[in-house]
């Protein structure tokens, strides 16, 4: 597979380098300056001489629940949802003669929209003639790796950036850091996405990520009146503990799976499949405290204040124990399944006045994912292919090698280049749809105090670990024509 990418991508380069030349085309300025990581030339990063063949991976990739979101192409860039919302009379007074008009009733509707992200990321500048120097045969170039460095990947991600064999190539190097920083934007934009962060000039652009998403205030999107009917049922626990007693984080959820389900059954949605998703740290504090909760519940102490509990450590620990390897909770007698991303959103001593250091808060979210056999909570991308056609009748200008899309339409690839030095670059526009947000519940600000907070795939977290070097200096080597002091 790598092969066949790196070829295409050469293939193109030529084409495009041909066209310079013969000023077909007018290409953005290269710097001349290649500014690339090298693998086995000058300042490599695997330069130095008689490494172990093997090299293990320490970087950490993120994981959640973007891996169970569909994605599905769309060239249609303001949908509009509608909702039957509501039925009431029309205020008629009830018939007094047998042939009188009674009275009638009518039937509200409302209608909601999505919006498109926009993201770009690109390579460093290379040049063609350093991409396959190797200082000299000391040097291991049989490198394989042990470990990903993608993780799990993402729905939205392209398979230009995750090729095979990609670790002694410059060219699919650069490709793999383009895809890693896609996955990073993608991640945390799940939650926190914001169309308010949006560039002046459109180059940058966020869609309304699930906080948005997942909120009251609900609007018709023609008019902007109020559609209470699809709010989402949002609770806050104002910085409590998990293992507070008053209110007790078991009596929120339980009363939230209670709420959603009313109104799956009362609206016919049902079957709908929720899915509860929080961050890893906080799912297992919760399973610390959850079977002595969950079995206990509402049953402390009897009317003189002597304590009706009796609990079994062996269940205790057999509970907490299923749950944590089996990713869920027991919530009114339903096994919910959870899922953690370490994408969402998390409070700290610095960011919150509410937390001391050692604390930490952040949200638990009941999503639907189905509802009456259909998906509910999906991705959207705006389909490049579509737009392939059209510009290829364009004559003697080769679109195919100047851009081109990937990945069933979801990528756009454009190359800039000058003489032999050259760069990539590639966009996707992206959109989430939650089409059942009145299915959708969130629980806000809960806290907890794990003994180890784990480590971050996030550059801007203080849990970010790394370390090393960039590039590598080279050995020196003496000459007649090379004299050293």
């Known amino acids: 597979m790598d092969e066949k990418v790196m070829q295409q991508l050469l293939t193109k380069m030529a084409s495009l380098q041909e066209q310079l030349v013969n000023n077909q085309v007018r290409e953005k300025a290269i710097s001349g300056t290649p ?3 090298l693998i086995f030339g000058p300042n490599g990063i695997f330069s130095n001489f008689g490494l172990e063949d093997v090299v293990v991976n320490a970087s950490i990739s993120p994981k959640g629940i973007a891996g169970r979101i569909p994605a599905m192409p769309t060239v249609y860039l303001n949908p509009i949802y509608p909702f039957i919302t509501g039925f009431e009379s029309d205020g008629g007074d009830e018939v007094d003669g047998v042939c009188d008009d009674a009275p009638g009733g009518v039937i509200e509707t409302c209608h909601t929209t999505a919006q498109f992200g926009r993201i770009a990321r690109g390579s460093k500048e290379m040049e063609i003639n350093e991409m396959m120097q190797i200082l000299n045969r000391r040097l291991s170039t049989d490198l394989r790796l042990m470990g990903d460095v993608i993780g799990e990947g993402h729905p939205l991600m392209s398979s230009e950036t995750t090729p095979q064999n990609w670790l002694t190539s410059v060219m699919l190097t650069q490709l793999v850091i383009i895809g890693i920083q896609f996955q990073r934007w993608l991640v945390p934009k799940l939650w926190t996405g914001d169309p308010t962060n949006n560039s002046g000039g459109g180059g940058y652009k966020e ?34 503990s998990v293992d507070s007693s008053s209110p007790s984080l078991l009596t929120y959820m339980s009363y939230m799976d209670y709420y959603l389900r009313h109104i799956a059954s009362r609206t016919g949605l049902d079957p709908v499949e929720w899915v509860i998703a929080m961050r890893p740290e906080l799912f297992f504090e919760i399973t610390a405290v959850w079977p002595c909760q969950y079995l206990t519940y509402r049953c402390g102490e009897d009317s003189s204040g002597g304590s009706l509990n009796v609990i079994n450590d062996d269940n205790n620990v057999s509970m907490r124990d299923e749950m944590r390897n089996g990713n869920f909770l027991w919530v009114n007698g339903r096994r919910l399944p959870v899922v953690t991303d370490d994408g969402i959103f998390e409070d700290n001593a610095a960011t919150n006045a509410n937390l001391i250091p050692g604390e930490f808060a952040s949200d638990i979210y009941f999503l639907p994912v189905r509802a009456s056999n259909m998906p509910v909570l999906y991705w959207e991308h705006l389909d490049y292919s579509q737009a392939m056609a059209d510009v290829g009748r364009m004559g003697s200008f080769d679109t195919s090698t100047r851009f081109w899309s990937t990945d069933g339409g979801r990528y756009m690839w454009t190359a800039q280049s000058l003489n032999y030095c050259f760069k990539i670059q590639g966009k996707m526009e992206p959109r989430l749809v939650l089409r059942t947000p009145h299915l959708a519940g969130r629980i806000q600000n809960v806290k907890y105090s794990p003994l180890q907070h784990l480590r971050s795939w996030d550059e801007d977290s203080p849990y970010f670990y790394k370390g090393g070097k960039e590039e590598y200096t080279d050995p020196t080597f003496y000459s007649e024509w090379n004299q050293q002091l």
């Open 207 to 240: 869609f309304p990520g699930l906080d948005i998403l997942i909120s009251t205030g609900k609007v018709d999107a023609f008019t902007g009146v109020a559609c209470s009917a699809l709010d989402s049922d949002i609770k806050d626990f104002n910085f409590n």
């Open 35 to 37: 500014d690339a990581q």
